[in-house]
């Protein structure tokens, strides 16, 4: 194992904004991988991993100072699934942190690169677009057990912090703040959000409040958005959840899902970086269709203003 960063995520934080990669998934694409598959990027873990390594490369040489694993869609029962047993399917989990590791090590070994294991929702399991709705018909309980063993799983990787992402829903988010308590590793807790409110349709304001006064939680905010949607939430996190808050929103195009394609033009641009940080913005990278040319032009945005 490649050694972790010598400062906590939390202390970094503290000092001021850290880059996030962009989206993997794109990146894979750019790199000619075939993700037509209900396991989406997390296939490549046991198909081909140098592909992974080398796409975490990408963003580390754009700038990325935190790195978020290939684990969104990785779930026991979705590589069941495909015929894999529990014993390989937690060797393919915990091969998604050392990936990041390992790329980080390669291309900045005298720099700290934070790694986050990704823990996508229930949704990403479903592969059927239901994490843009929430409300799967669970009990927050029954969601619960569903994330704590992948959760146990990648904590034995040693990850620098576990990213609750993409969450479409209060309850949901309730019971991976749960599956998380204990563990020993710092979470940051992203909703998937629209007009303000969760794809559940409740309140970003209740929903970032879920996570105040939990020292566990080292940043609150939004991903796998329009970038107008994160203008908006990032202004209500400091004051609903007051924690640092994490911004990595899609690059504004539409998904068609009947055609299978992208739409629109991107509007994430890096200029957005300033009002963000000024509204408590720490953990600031892309999401869906955004690659390392992005996050080196917000990179360099980060770095030319004030901490």
């Not at 850290?18 to 990027?41: I, Y």
């Not at 495909?82 to 393919?92: D, I, K, N, P, W």
């Not at 294991?117 to 399991?125: E, K, L, T």
């Amino acid at each position: 194992m490649t050694p972790a960063p010598t400062v906590p995520l939390a202390d970094a934080l503290a000092r001021g904004p850290l880059v996030l990669d962009g989206g993997l998934s794109n990146q894979l694409a750019a790199q000619g991988c075939d993700l037509s598959d209900a396991l989406w990027s997390a296939r490549l873990l046991a198909d081909d991993p140098g592909q992974i390594e080398e796409a975490h490369a990408a963003y580390v040489r754009a700038g990325a100072q935190v790195l978020i694993t290939s684990s969104y869609q990785a779930t026991f029962e979705g590589f069941a699934r495909r015929g894999l047993g529990r014993q390989q399917a937690a060797e393919l989990l915990r091969r998604s942190v050392e990936l990041a590791r390992s790329a980080a090590e390669k291309e900045a070994p005298e720099k700290d690169v934070w790694v986050a294991a990704s823990v996508g929702p229930y949704g990403a399991f479903l592969a059927d677009g239901s994490e843009y709705r929430g409300r799967y018909g669970l009990s927050t309980a029954e969601l619960e057990r569903f994330h704590r063993p992948r959760i146990e799983t990648l904590v034995e990787a040693e990850p620098d912090v576990l990213a609750l992402e993409t969450v479409p829903d209060v309850a949901e988010a309730e019971a991976l703040l749960r599956a998380v308590a204990g563990c020993g590793v710092p979470v940051w807790l992203s909703y998937s959000a629209s007009g303000g409110r969760t794809r559940a349709g409740q309140s970003l304001s209740e929903a970032f409040a879920l996570a105040e006064g939990n020292d566990q939680v080292v940043a609150v905010g939004v991903n796998c958005c329009t970038p107008a949607d994160a203008d908006g939430a990032v202004r209500l996190v400091a004051e609903a959840a007051r924690k640092p808050v994490v911004v990595y929103p899609n690059s504004g195009e539409e998904w068609d899902a009947a055609a299978r394609s992208w739409t629109g033009e991107p509007t994430f641009t890096a200029d957005r970086v300033t009002a963000w940080r000024e509204a408590g913005a720490r953990l600031v990278g892309g999401c869906c269709r955004v690659g390392p040319d992005g996050i080196a032009a917000l990179a360099r945005a980060l770095d030319a203003g004030p901490a």
